[in-house]
């Protein structure tokens, strides 16, 4: 196995060399986005000088420049996940507008009164809320698989839940707020045999985990571009082929239409018909570039230190007296949620940034996962690889002082 | 002020907070929040004609929205409504425009500890939340 150069690494990455008031910066919020390497960030500034012109359209040289870059971004996409083809990638412009495109169209197609969503405890507000429109506005139900105390889906109530009514599963891959790895496996192989299709949202798995559309067999997944190291305003949907092309357009506009008529339009195949508009084109390429940069680091080695890191953070902070972590998975990556005895997150968050530590606390976009815990929210600290132990050392010292000054 | 002084103004007033709990006998009362903080208070107050003689209250949420409230209480508690409403009024500007130097709130005592506040956008509203609900039960009442 290939080791982790952190040195290295960590100099790859402009905005980690900045100080906060005299503190050097801990980045401990890439659960919320990721930072961006020098390739990156050299891609989107060379498209703009050297590459850009509009795409699919041209018969210009840098018409033709710009669409083998997009396009060459969407092969690179589709190796990272293991999409059987580039058909079933399609550009969005991040993992929330993908999940409202599936709902909006295939839930339109599929839901009617009596039917049932599928989703879980620990679902992200944009794996909930979408779902939750379609199925006001077709009289379908919501129903939520719960999960126990440590943060994992109960999975006999998941076998319970499923049924003729169960239209469609849409459940993280991992929680955004525990760190939870959800046994999406199972959780397929159960919904395919009722014949149900299957939703990932990957937004929290693809910076850690190694994905594989093919081998989990899910029907849809989609994920974020700036959670994996590239740009903002960039998402992918990946679909089934078979089920994209059967699936009405989200939006109508250019580039997605055969032909316009004022009488008719037919529209094209996956992915164009999904992709109206001109698409983030410098992001694709700036997404591709994030994607090869994580491929070149190793998904074994990448795993191992973030692996490493999560274990240390996890055994540091229980020095701390008045410390309650939640999320006690067997299986979990990147996050660490707390609570801080008579401390509210609001002032931890304050106290720590005064050190130049960057956590999140509150909800994270899981409000009624907390309601479940019972609490408002939490802190939390999430792991990419270019944190360190030393840095972990940093904050649990602030988080210790944190604690002696409220006591 | 010394920021040492005022975080420590700041945490005495968090964790020993003045008028704190409901009153009994108030003449009004008034709550605040904020959804996406989780942030609430409530305020009950006595006047008597125009002078605010006694004012209590309860809070979820934060060491500075805590501190914030109790400050405020010790502020108003026997003031004329109309010197309460000039220093929300004092407060609420000095908190939204940054020019504004953090001496002109020596003049409310003790509150001058939160001015540091203004330097975290994100807690401005944790410090903002108590004044705001006092203004709304000042102006809730017809004088």
Known sequence: MKPLDIESIRSDFPILQQRVGDRPLIYFDNAASTQKPEPVIASIDHYYRAQHANIHRGVHHLSQVATEAYEAARTTVAGFINAASTHEVVVTKGATESINLVAASWGDAHLGPGDEVLISTLEHHANIVPWQMICERKGARLRVIPIDDAGEILLDEYTKLLSEKTKIVAIAYVSNSLGTVNPVETMIEQAHARGVPVLLDAAQAAPHLPIDVQALDCDFLVFSGHKVFGPTGIGILYGKESLLNAMQPYQGGGDMIEKVTFANTTFRRAPERFEAGTPPIAEAIGLAEAIKYMQRVGHTALQAWEADILHYATERIQEISGIQIYGQAQRKVGVLSFTLENVHPQDIGTALDLDGIAIRTGHHCTMPLWQRFGLDGSNRASFAFYNTRAEVDVFIESLARIQKMFA | ?143
């Open chain 2, 1 to 143: 002020m010394d920021p040492e002084l005022c975080k420590d103004i700041i945490l005495d007033h968090s964790q020993r907070p003045r008028n704190h709990g409901t009153l009994v006998d108030s003449t009004a009362t008034v709550e605040g929040m904020h959804r996406e903080t989780g942030d609430w208070v409530k305020l009950s107050i006595k006047h008597d004609g125009d002078r605010l003689t006694a004012i209590g209250f309860e809070v979820q949420g934060s060491a500075v929205l805590m501190a914030s409230c109790s400050l405020m209480t010790v502020f108003a508690k026997g003031k004329q409504t109309k010197a309460v409403a000039a220093g929300i009024d004092q407060f609420l500007g000095f908190l939204e425009d940054t020019a504004i130097p953090a001496e002109n709130l020596a003049v409310m005592g003790d509150v001058v500890a939160l001015a540091g506040i203004r330097q975290f956008p994100a807690r401005v509203k944790c410090a903002a939340l108590p004044w705001r609900t006092l203004r709304k039960a000042l102006a809730e009442r017809d004088y």
